[in-house]
């Protein structure tokens, strides 16, 4: 790695910086030697030079297929780490205290509102993007997200401004946890939570720390799962709770496989490596808010003064720029949703 008081970076290290379409105008300026952007990548006994794709005319391109759209952070369904992360606020505003009141949106759910407001939150717990929020009564509230639900923690005396709906809210004393559009909400006796169609078809939890990569390489070598195509494998989350759409894109980067091989296909060292990943990206983002991305060129590009939506993930949103690893360029592809590909690291076929 190459840097300097100006924060210079190799692009291999981290790649260019600033949307495919932007313009001189818009380069940062901790980074303006990253343009035009050549990458020399070693391979098969030769050197090659690759360029990045020639930045659009428009500052925003319309055209869906075009490689070269500027990066986008849709609001996506949240993956088991940021569910994690949000358990973790709401544990911290409400557990083991006195509660004012637990509300619910819904009518089918207003007859447990007294008893649980008569009680204490003992624990918030989550298995993949589902919330387990336990009472000392006895009974624990499911919750899911979906795409749309939100968390939002503050004073219990003021709600916050938002048009979201409120669907369930535990006031505390001083703090109140207030979840927002989301739908999927229950209320079960402890002792039916396990066996709840909607947490027993899930798989062992990413982030528990039961979940082995050992664990995972053996699911992965499994007859039920063997056979799956990579790509749809990791959104279903009766193999592994808890990963969505940008950890399936970085993990198969990482292990360098296509998202339309097999399991049974690969060799030994490969599932080895793909189930390490699958164990480690997800705590990766947790412990880190949502980032995937190697620590130690996250920590340069931090230097440089890149953004944090733009050092975030090793493919993920990523097309139209180098890879971190060989400098080839990033591809999209659609698997039902988008997955984000290097077609060097990651062939389809291989000889």
């Known amino acids: 790695m190459v840097s300097s008081a100006r924060g210079q ?13 932007a313009g001189r105008h818009d380069q940062h300026p901790a980074l303006v030697a990253l343009a035009p952007l050549a990458l020399e990548a070693k391979g098969a006994g030769r050197r090659r030079v690759v360029h990045a794709p020639a930045a659009c005319s428009r500052r925003v391109c319309g055209a869906t297929t075009c490689r070269n759209r500027p990066l986008r952070y849709p609001v996506g369904m949240p993956e088991g780490p940021e569910i994690r992360r949000a358990a973790d606020r709401v544990a911290h505003a409400v557990v083991d205290q ?10 089918r759910l207003a007859e447990y509102q007294e008893v649980l407001s008569a009680s204490r939150v003992l624990a918030v717990d989550t298995h993949g993007k589902a919330m387990l929020t336990r009472f000392s009564c006895g009974l624990t509230v499911y919750s899911h997200n979906q795409l749309y639900g939100r968390w939002m923690v503050g004073a219990a005396d003021r709600e916050p401004a938002t048009r979201r709906s409120l669907r369930f809210a535990i006031v505390a004393q001083r ?8 739908s999927e909400i229950a209320v079960l ?10 947490i027993a078809r899930l798989g062992p939890d990413a982030l528990h720390e039961s979940t082995t990569a050992k664990l995972v ?3 992965l070598r499994s007859r039920e799962f063997s056979g799956r195509q990579l790509g749809a494998l990791l959104l279903d989350q ?9 950890l399936r894109s970085d993990i198969l980067h990482r292990s360098k496989v296509h998202p339309r091989r097999h399991p049974r296909d690969l060799a ?10 699958i164990v480690e990206l997800p705590r990766r983002s947790y412990e880190t ?10 920590e340069a590009m931090r230097k440089a003064g890149v953004s944090r939506r733009e050092l975030r993930h090793l493919a993920f949103h990523r097309a139209g720029r180098p890879c971190y690893a060989c400098g080839d360029v990033i591809e999209r592809i659609e698997l039902s949703r988008a997955v984000f590909v290097c077609p060097s690291c990651q062939p389809e076929v291989t000889a």
Request: aromatic share 6%; no cysteine; hydrophobic share 40%.
């Open 9 to 21: 970076l190799d692009p291999r290290d981290v790649g260019d910086p600033r949307p495919a379409h």
């Open 98 to 107: 006195p509660l004012q009141a637990v509300t619910f949106a819904f009518e």
């Open 175 to 182: 703090r109140a946890a207030r979840l927002y559009s989301a």
């Open 189 to 198: 006796p402890d002792e039916d939570v396990e066996l709840d169609p909607r």
């Open 217 to 219: 390489a053996a699911r």
């Open 238 to 246: 009766g193999f592994v709770a808890g990963l969505g759409n940008y």
């Open 268 to 277: 030994p060292a490969k599932i080895r490596a793909l189930a390490r990943n």
């Open 289 to 298: 808010g949502g980032i995937t991305n190697e620590p130690r060129r996250v």
